[in-house]
């Protein structure tokens, strides 16, 4: 098979942990008969320091044309630290979401063996979890009209949402639980919100198609509390923009280190591959970040490519790594540390 792949290391680690799932992607495609054209593209505040914008026309010329996007992170200190800044990298996420339609942020969720003791959280209550959460990722307050009044001392930011945009991830929900433990939660706050009305009673009418899943429904204030107390009962959970965002980064902890987990946007011509972390800026140019989640985010990639033995090669060699101890500083747990680069030259070799 031959594959083009638009490539967005964007900012900070962004382009150290993607050079890591570029050569283990490389790896696997050779050792599969595979053919990879990389085609890079500016995006995040690289790009505004190229061109002055965080989602060029070319570089979205350059997704749309591609099989599939592999991106890094977006973000820097310049602009953190600037309230007045009128141009954001975040900005560019958030276009390059629209314009590609990017409308189901995929989140796995689970424990590697080898790991189990590093997380915060006993292993009794986190041994076994295997959890998606899918998160819609087009609409929500995070697109909603937005605006001040009283002379600027008033803001205000607008969740809303309309069917479609419920249905067409319900949709994907659902279809992932059959393919799973048959197990679906939507998770809301429908006894205060409107739009969170709507989710329940959009959901609710979906259930006859899928007869064989069993359908829960949960306030998101509720399920921020069960993912650490129990994340094993949860299958497959579907939410709201805002809710799946502060959701997902809730339940990362589970495994130990933000640096492991993968996730896809999926869209309904050309879906993004991207890590769970930010960019990270405090260790850009070090060598020291984890470039794992990039490549199990490959792996992820490949999987949807149908692809099955190639992504699991991937998660059988990261696994072996990290029964060797072959790891970054923020799990090397006092011991030696491997530098980014060093641990993407031992996966691709060991493939």
């Given at each position: 098979?031959?594959?083009?792949?638009?490539?967005?290391?964007?900012?900070?680690?962004?382009?150290?942990?993607?050079?890591?799932?570029?050569?283990?992607?490389?790896?696997?495609?050779?050792?599969?008969?595979?053919?990879?054209?990389?085609?890079?593209?500016?995006?995040?505040?690289?790009?505004?320091?190229?061109?002055?914008?965080?989602?060029?026309?070319?570089?979205?010329?350059?997704?749309t044309?591609?099989?599939?996007?592999?991106?890094?992170?977006?973000?820097?200190?310049?602009?953190?630290?600037?309230?007045?800044?009128?141009?954001?990298?975040?900005?560019?996420?958030?276009?390059?979401?629209?314009?590609?339609?990017?409308?189901?942020?995929?989140?796995?969720?689970?424990?590697?063996?080898?790991?189990?003791?590093?997380?915060?959280?006993?292993?009794?209550?986190?041994?076994?979890?295997?959890?998606?959460?899918?998160?819609?990722?087009?609409?929500?307050?995070?697109?909603?009209?937005?605006?001040?009044?009283?002379?600027?001392?008033?803001?205000?930011?607008?969740?809303?949402?309309?069917?479609?945009?419920?249905?067409?991830?319900?949709?994907?929900?659902?279809?992932?639980?059959?393919?799973?433990?048959?197990?679906?939660c939507?998770?809301?706050?429908?006894?205060?919100?409107?739009?969170?009305?709507?989710?329940?009673?959009?959901?609710?009418?979906?259930?006859?198609?899928y007869?064989?899943?069993?359908?829960?429904?949960?306030?998101?204030?509720?399920?921020?509390?069960r993912?650490?107390?129990w994340?094993k009962?949860?299958?497959?959970?579907?939410?709201?923009?805002?809710?799946?965002?502060?959701?997902?980064?809730?339940?990362?902890?589970?495994?130990?280190?933000?640096?492991?987990?993968?996730?896809?946007?999926?869209?309904?011509?050309?879906?993004?591959?991207?890590?769970?972390?930010?960019?990270?800026?405090?260790?850009?140019?070090?060598?020291?970040?984890?470039?794992?989640?990039?490549?199990?985010?490959?792996?992820?990639?490949?999987?949807?490519?149908?692809?099955?033995?190639?992504?699991?090669?991937?998660?059988?060699?990261?696994?072996?790594s990290?029964?060797?101890?072959?790891?970054?500083?923020?799990?090397?747990?006092?011991?030696?540390?491997?530098?980014?680069?060093?641990?993407?030259?031992?996966?691709?070799?060991?493939?």
């Amino acid at each position: 098979m031959k594959l083009t792949i638009a490539l967005l290391a964007g900012d900070g680690i962004g382009p150290e942990v993607i050079d890591q799932a570029v050569k283990v992607s490389d790896a696997v495609a050779k050792k599969f008969n595979h053919e990879i054209e990389w085609k890079p593209a500016l995006t995040g505040a690289a790009a505004i320091d190229a061109v002055g914008e965080p989602y060029p026309d070319e570089t979205h010329q350059i997704c749309t044309n591609a099989d599939a996007v592999l991106f890094g992170a977006i973000g820097h200190p310049k602009f953190d630290n600037d309230p007045s800044a009128k141009v954001r990298p975040e900005q560019g996420l958030l276009k390059m979401r629209q314009k590609l339609g990017l409308f189901a942020n995929v989140r796995p969720t689970f424990t590697f063996p080898s790991l189990i003791d590093k997380s915060p959280l006993k292993r009794d209550r986190i041994e076994g979890t295997d959890l998606i959460i899918l998160r819609e990722l087009t609409g929500g307050v995070y697109f909603g009209e937005r605006g001040r009044l009283n002379h600027g001392n008033t803001a205000f930011d607008t969740m809303t949402y309309h069917r479609f945009e419920i249905e067409r991830l319900a949709k994907k929900g659902f279809e992932m639980a059959m393919k799973r433990n048959k197990k679906l939660c939507c998770v809301d706050k429908a006894n205060v919100l409107e739009a969170s009305r709507l989710w329940r009673e959009t959901v609710q009418a979906m259930e006859k198609e899928y007869p064989e899943v069993e359908v829960s429904y949960e306030f998101v204030d509720a399920v921020a509390m069960r993912l650490i107390q129990w994340p094993k009962g949860y299958d497959v959970i579907i939410t709201a923009n805002l809710f799946g965002d502060i959701l997902t980064d809730e339940a990362s902890v589970i495994s130990g280190s933000m640096g492991l987990m993968p996730s896809s946007s999926l869209g309904s011509e050309v879906s993004l591959y991207e890590p769970i972390h930010g960019s990270y800026p405090q260790a850009a140019g070090k060598d020291i970040a984890n470039p794992l989640a990039t490549v199990l985010s490959a792996a992820m990639m490949f999987d949807d490519f149908g692809l099955a033995k190639e992504a699991q090669a991937i998660r059988d060699v990261v696994n072996k790594s990290l029964d060797q101890g072959v790891v970054t500083e923020d799990l090397a747990d006092g011991g030696k540390a491997c530098k980014t680069s060093e641990v993407g030259d031992w996966l691709a070799k060991n493939l």
